[in-house]
């Protein structure tokens, strides 16, 4: 059993509802066109937005408050609650683990 012949693919074509349908190529634009054509244009809009916001910005720098800069540092009491919370939900997902396979094993 072979591949059919030129002339019998043809005939087939010829009866088959789909061929009215398949016979003409059309090239339909693919989601990646239309998705990177979108992604153009915004960045060409994003641009226009930031060259038109150079243009009203204030050529001097802002002045800057003499307050200093505040410590990123944790006091002692929001270390220790953030240590408590952690400990609690490691408890909590242990435990939960542990009973959901717990009980995979039970089912045996």
Do not use: C, H, W
């Not at 979108?38 to 150079?54: L, S, Y």
């Not at 435990?95 to 045996?108: A, C, D, P, Q, T």
């Amino acid at each position: 059993m072979g591949a059919i012949t030129p002339q019998e693919r043809a005939e087939i074509m010829k009866y088959s509802d789909l061929g009215e349908v398949y016979d003409d190529a059309v090239d339909n634009e693919s989601a990646y066109e239309a998705l990177a054509e979108r992604a153009a244009r915004e960045d060409r809009e994003e641009e226009k937005e930031a060259r038109r916001a150079e243009r009203a910005a204030p050529t001097r720098p802002a002045k800057r408050t003499s307050s200093g800069r505040r410590s990123n540092r944790q006091s002692a009491g929001e270390a220790a609650v953030k240590t408590a919370v952690r400990t609690f939900s490691n408890m909590i997902t242990r435990e939960l683990v542990r009973g959901m396979l717990g009980g995979l094993k039970r089912r045996r």
